[in-house]
Protein backbone atom coordinates (compact mmCIF):
# COMPACT_ATOMS: atom_id res chain seq x y z
CA UNK A 1 0.00 0.00 0.00
CA UNK A 2 1.19 3.22 -0.87
CA UNK A 3 1.75 6.19 1.48
CA UNK A 4 3.02 9.68 1.51
CA UNK A 5 6.55 8.44 2.94
CA UNK A 6 6.91 6.19 0.06
CA UNK A 7 5.07 8.12 -2.90
CA UNK A 8 6.88 9.67 -5.57
CA UNK A 9 6.18 12.92 -7.83
CA UNK A 10 5.43 13.85 -11.00
CA UNK A 11 5.20 17.71 -12.49
CA UNK A 12 2.86 19.29 -14.96
CA UNK A 13 2.98 19.05 -18.54
CA UNK A 14 2.14 22.48 -19.77
CA UNK A 15 0.61 21.13 -22.56
CA UNK A 16 -1.92 19.36 -20.59
CA UNK A 17 -5.82 20.03 -20.27
CA UNK A 18 -4.86 21.45 -16.55
CA UNK A 19 -2.46 23.76 -17.61
CA UNK A 20 -4.05 26.73 -16.70
CA UNK A 21 -4.12 25.33 -13.17
CA UNK A 22 -0.59 24.02 -12.74
CA UNK A 23 0.29 27.07 -10.22
CA UNK A 24 -2.57 25.81 -7.93
CA UNK A 25 -0.05 22.45 -7.61
CA UNK A 26 2.36 21.66 -9.23
CA UNK A 27 3.39 18.35 -8.20
CA UNK A 28 1.14 15.13 -7.54
CA UNK A 29 2.16 12.15 -5.12
CA UNK A 30 1.93 9.19 -7.14
CA UNK A 31 1.60 5.27 -5.53
CA UNK A 32 3.56 2.59 -6.01
CA UNK A 33 2.01 1.74 -9.46
CA UNK A 34 1.93 5.35 -10.80
CA UNK A 35 -1.25 6.46 -9.68
CA UNK A 36 -2.55 9.16 -7.82
CA UNK A 37 -1.27 8.65 -4.11
CA UNK A 38 -4.63 8.29 -2.14
CA UNK A 39 -4.99 7.77 1.26
CA UNK A 40 -7.46 5.66 3.74
CA UNK A 41 -7.32 8.63 5.44
CA UNK A 42 -8.58 10.49 2.51
CA UNK A 43 -11.07 8.07 1.26
CA UNK A 44 -12.40 8.10 4.90
CA UNK A 45 -13.33 11.77 4.76
CA UNK A 46 -14.56 11.67 1.21
CA UNK A 47 -16.80 8.47 2.22
CA UNK A 48 -17.80 10.70 5.42
CA UNK A 49 -18.97 13.08 2.97
CA UNK A 50 -20.86 11.09 0.84
CA UNK A 51 -22.52 8.68 3.42
CA UNK A 52 -25.06 11.40 4.20
CA UNK A 53 -27.64 9.40 5.69
CA UNK A 54 -24.57 7.77 8.11
CA UNK A 55 -25.47 4.30 6.78
CA UNK A 56 -22.10 2.79 5.96
CA UNK A 57 -22.83 2.95 2.29
CA UNK A 58 -22.68 5.76 -0.46
CA UNK A 59 -25.32 5.80 -3.17
CA UNK A 60 -26.85 7.52 -6.36
CA UNK A 61 -28.82 9.88 -4.21
CA UNK A 62 -26.44 10.67 -1.93
CA UNK A 63 -23.50 11.11 -5.05
CA UNK A 64 -26.26 13.87 -6.29
CA UNK A 65 -27.09 15.59 -3.54
CA UNK A 66 -23.24 16.58 -2.84
CA UNK A 67 -22.11 16.59 -6.30
CA UNK A 68 -25.27 18.12 -8.08
CA UNK A 69 -24.22 21.92 -6.99
CA UNK A 70 -20.88 21.47 -8.71
CA UNK A 71 -22.01 19.00 -11.77
CA UNK A 72 -25.49 20.09 -12.32
CA UNK A 73 -25.46 18.51 -15.43
CA UNK A 74 -24.40 15.58 -15.01
CA UNK A 75 -26.09 11.95 -16.17
CA UNK A 76 -27.59 9.10 -14.60
CA UNK A 77 -24.01 7.40 -16.51
CA UNK A 78 -22.17 9.63 -15.32
CA UNK A 79 -22.91 8.62 -11.38
CA UNK A 80 -23.30 5.12 -12.19
CA UNK A 81 -19.48 5.15 -13.56
CA UNK A 82 -18.82 6.54 -9.82
CA UNK A 83 -20.40 3.79 -8.21
CA UNK A 84 -18.59 1.57 -10.19
CA UNK A 85 -22.02 0.28 -11.89
CA UNK A 86 -23.28 -0.56 -8.05
CA UNK A 87 -26.23 0.68 -6.45
CA UNK A 88 -24.10 1.25 -3.58
CA UNK A 89 -20.56 1.91 -2.41
CA UNK A 90 -19.11 0.68 1.37
CA UNK A 91 -16.03 2.42 2.34
CA UNK A 92 -13.91 -0.80 1.94
CA UNK A 93 -15.04 -0.84 -1.97
CA UNK A 94 -13.64 2.53 -2.36
CA UNK A 95 -10.58 1.31 -0.64
CA UNK A 96 -10.11 -1.56 -3.24
CA UNK A 97 -10.68 0.55 -5.97
CA UNK A 98 -8.47 3.84 -5.35
CA UNK A 99 -5.65 2.96 -3.37
CA UNK A 100 -3.70 0.90 -5.82
CA UNK A 101 -5.57 2.68 -8.76
CA UNK A 102 -3.19 3.20 -11.84
CA UNK A 103 -4.71 6.61 -13.06
CA UNK A 104 -1.40 9.20 -14.34
CA UNK A 105 -3.35 11.70 -16.05
CA UNK A 106 -5.00 13.36 -13.89
CA UNK A 107 -4.35 16.13 -11.08
CA UNK A 108 -6.95 16.28 -7.77
CA UNK A 109 -6.04 19.80 -6.90
CA UNK A 110 -6.98 21.11 -10.94
CA UNK A 111 -9.61 18.66 -10.66
CA UNK A 112 -11.50 19.94 -7.47
CA UNK A 113 -10.61 23.96 -8.62
CA UNK A 114 -12.88 23.11 -11.87
CA UNK A 115 -15.50 22.44 -10.04
CA UNK A 116 -15.49 25.60 -7.98
CA UNK A 117 -15.21 27.48 -11.29
CA UNK A 118 -17.38 25.93 -13.75
CA UNK A 119 -17.32 28.51 -16.11
CA UNK A 120 -13.86 28.63 -16.62
CA UNK A 121 -12.92 32.19 -15.08
CA UNK A 122 -10.04 31.19 -13.37
CA UNK A 123 -11.61 32.18 -10.12
CA UNK A 124 -14.40 30.73 -7.56
CA UNK A 125 -17.58 32.89 -7.55
CA UNK A 126 -18.57 34.05 -4.22
CA UNK A 127 -22.02 32.32 -4.10
CA UNK A 128 -20.72 29.01 -5.00
CA UNK A 129 -17.77 29.36 -2.33
CA UNK A 130 -20.38 30.08 0.36
CA UNK A 131 -22.92 26.98 -0.50
CA UNK A 132 -19.64 24.98 -0.14
CA UNK A 133 -18.47 25.99 2.50
CA UNK A 134 -22.37 25.14 3.85
CA UNK A 135 -21.89 21.34 2.08
CA UNK A 136 -18.34 21.21 3.75
CA UNK A 137 -19.62 22.19 7.33
CA UNK A 138 -23.37 20.51 7.48
Do not use: W
Not at 23 to 32: C, E, F, G, H, K
Not at 33 to 43: D, M, R, S
Not at 45 to 69: C, H, P, W, Y
Request: contains cysteine; negative net charge; proline residues 4%.
Amino acid sequence: MASPENATTTTHDDSSPFAIDSSISDQVLRNAKGGVLVTKEQIRAAFDFFDVERKGVVTMENLKSRLGIFYKDMSTRDYRVLLNNESELTEQTLCDLLLENDIADYDPVAEAFRAYDPDGTGYVGLPLSRCASRLVHA
